[in-house]
């Protein structure tokens, strides 16, 4: 048996993580969360190589995308970091793996999580609508995914998102590192616990693979943003084929996802430039 394994990891959703300053490149715990966060992907490393996967990408997914210790990474995977990237978070998942795994996640705006937020945070994204529902970073995820035919069998991160997750994916399998409080405090699995817990789930996602089913979307496909400001939303509407919704929301429908999500994509890089 030969599967290959792509692995999509965030920050926000790593275990003893509650804060920005742990997350932001500038923070002052960012350093020791950037090896909890590495330590985590391993854990997803190992128990995939364990059970049989032959092939393993890890996509460095949070801010910059360039959080991971190359030569702490478990050696085995191949790393993709660095933005911007055509795919974002899901970047590797155009070579069709056999399955996809998130850790690290978290829910999105509006919903009890650890520093819920979607795409660039709440200083250019309120919110990401996918036909009008407000979307998580993993149900857009999901969608890119599943247009290259592959399924998402695990997620990890804390107990909001993977209970979320399930909605969508029933039969995923979810790894939950800690239990949040608010935004910003949570109840922590220990380093260890977290890790056994995700190479253990990572190990039956693999053995598992093909009872995970590919998220498709069929017909026209409707993507929004709601941006923080409305002049992010005036720059945006300048892009052929945008809709202007309301002062700060704007959207595009396309029959393919891809096409719709790099439209967005593109339209939240453009709203970030400070001018
Ligand atoms: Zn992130």
Redesign the pocket.
């Known amino acids: 048996m030969s599967v290959s394994v792509h692995i999509s990891i ?3 959703g790593i275990a003893g993580v509650v804060h920005s300053d742990q ?1 932001n490149q500038k923070g002052h715990d960012y350093e020791m969360m950037r090896k909890a966060m590495t330590l985590e992907a391993n854990a997803a490393i190992e128990g995939s190589f364990d059970a049989g996967a032959n092939i393993v990408v890890v996509n460095d ?3 910059s995308m360039r959080n991971l210790l190359p030569y702490m990474l478990d050696q085995r995977a191949e790393l993709i970091s660095g933005s911007p990237k055509p795919l974002g978070m899901m970047q590797g998942v155009e070579n069709s793996p056999d399955i996809s795994m998130c850790i ?1 996640y ?1 829910s999105r705006p509006g919903e009890k999580g650890i ?1 819920s937020h979607t795409i660039r945070g709440s200083s250019v994204v309120q919110h990401f609508f996918i036909n009008d529902k407000p979307s998580s970073e993993f149900e857009i995820n999901a969608g890119i995914a599943g247009y290259y035919n592959v399924p998402i069998g695990m997620i990890a991160g804390d107990n909001d998102i993977v209970n979320d997750a399930k909605n969508l994916v029933p039969n995923i399998i979810g790894s939950s590192v800690k239990e949040t409080i608010n935004k910003f405090s949570a109840k922590n699995l220990s380093g260890n616990d977290a890790f056994n817990l995700i190479k253990k789930d990572s190990h039956e996602a693999v053995l598992k693979h093909k009872e995970f089913k590919p998220i498709k979307y069929s017909g026209t496909v409707k993507m929004g943003i709601e941006f923080s400001s409305d002049l992010m939303a005036d720059v945006v509407s300048m892009m052929p084929g945008i809709k202007r919704i309301s002062r700060q929301t704007i959207s595009y429908e396309s029959k393919d996802y891809i096409e719709a999500w790099k439209c967005m994509y593109s339209a939240i890089l453009l709203a970030g430039i400070p001018y």
């Open positions: 965030d920050m926000e997350a997914s949070h801010g690290g978290h520093l």
